[in-house]
């Protein structure tokens, strides 16, 4: 059974930075390329990036480049998203996912999801 796990979110003030984590219980963690996707009340779930299994390529969401890094740790089975410069805009509850496809923007693809992390970015 897959078991996504985030971890990190909290209160920050505006401009702060926080690190998102994502621990996967499967041996196969490699194997699948991940996700963050963020959801704010009333809206729809919104890719954030993503990483392939091997890490060699990422690609991020326009409204977070230059301030979100999405990064992994294979022998950790865990995924990262550093996020710099925040703002009340990033505010949303925060999903980490897993596909065992290509790193794509859209939630469909991906075939696995965590139970999410709040983050609240205060003016």
């Known amino acids: 059974q897959v078991q996504l796990v985030e971890s990190g979110g909290g209160l920050v003030q505006a401009g702060g930075s926080l690190r998102l984590s994502c621990v996967d219980s499967r041996r196969t963690f490699s194997s699948y390329a991940m996700g963050w996707f963020r959801q704010a009340p009333g809206k729809e779930r919104e890719f954030v990036a993503a990483i392939a299994g091997s890490g060699g390529s990422t690609a991020i969401a326009n409204s977070v480049k230059g301030r979100f890094t999405i990064s992994r740790d294979n022998a950790k089975n865990t995924v990262y998203l550093q996020m710099n410069s925040l703002k009340p805009e990033d505010t949303a509850v925060y999903y980490c996912?897993?596909?065992?496809?290509?790193?794509?923007?859209?939630?469909?693809?991906?075939?696995?999801w965590g139970q999410g992390t709040q983050v609240t970015v205060s003016s």
């Open positions: 996912a897993a596909t065992n496809s290509r790193p794509s923007p859209r939630p469909s693809a991906y075939n696995y």
